[in-house]
């Protein structure tokens, strides 16, 4: 009996682990998903926010005839 007690205690082990080892690599992916998703949506918004400026800048200068 112990040692059927044991060997569920060995395959209970190796289970965790494998599904320790699952998360890890979920969490990992979540991360660089986040990573990456912010990169696409903050360096543009600053790229925007010095453009926009010059744009004003170039179309209210040539009203102007200048």
């Given at each position: 009996m112990d040692q059927d007690i044991q060997n569920k205690f060995e395959e209970v082990d190796k289970?965790?682990?494998q599904?320790?080892?699952s998360t890890e690599k979920?969490?990992?992916y979540i991360l660089w998903m986040l990573l990456i998703?912010?990169?696409v949506v903050?360096?543009?918004l600053?790229?925007?926010a010095f453009a926009i400026p010059q744009f004003i800048?170039?179309?209210t200068n040539a009203?102007?005839?200048l």
């Amino acid at each position: 009996m112990d040692q059927d007690i044991q060997n569920k205690f060995e395959e209970v082990d190796k289970k965790l682990e494998q599904i320790y080892r699952s998360t890890e690599k979920t969490r990992k992916y979540i991360l660089w998903m986040l990573l990456i998703s912010l990169a696409v949506v903050i360096l543009p918004l600053i790229g925007l926010a010095f453009a926009i400026p010059q744009f004003i800048n170039i179309y209210t200068n040539a009203g102007l005839g200048l």
